[in-house]
């Protein structure tokens, strides 16, 4: 699995903001990516499932200030109803071009 690490220019860390479990994990995540991954990858955290607004377990707030601690991109996501989905992959791609410099292909 390290390889996968090496090779990467973007990872994208995905938590369910109704299960705190998985938001607690990202630090074992975190850790796998900068043991593994190149210096500087980019990283972009979601927080999915946003539209089970009733069981939710993780506030955006929360999640949002842990992101800016670690200076990446954060966006809630439903997988369920498409809400900010593509917003994900636009932005990796933004944020990839500005790292890397050159145009992205489309």
């Known amino acids: 699995t390290t390889a996968y690490y090496r090779s990467a220019h973007g990872i994208v860390l995905i938590y369910d903001v109704n299960e705190s479990e998985t938001f607690l994990h990202l630090s074992q995540w975190l850790e796998e990516v900068s043991e593994y991954a190149c210096e500087g990858v980019n990283t972009i955290l979601v927080g999915n499932k946003c539209d089970l607004i009733d069981c939710r377990q993780v506030g955006y707030n929360t ?17 369920k109803d498409s809400t900010n989905v593509e917003s994900v992959f636009r932005t990796m791609a933004a944020e990839l071009k500005a790292k890397l410099g050159s145009p992205l292909t489309s």
């Open 63 to 79: 999640a949002k200030e842990f992101a800016e601690k670690l200076d990446i991109s954060f966006i809630e996501t439903s997988a």
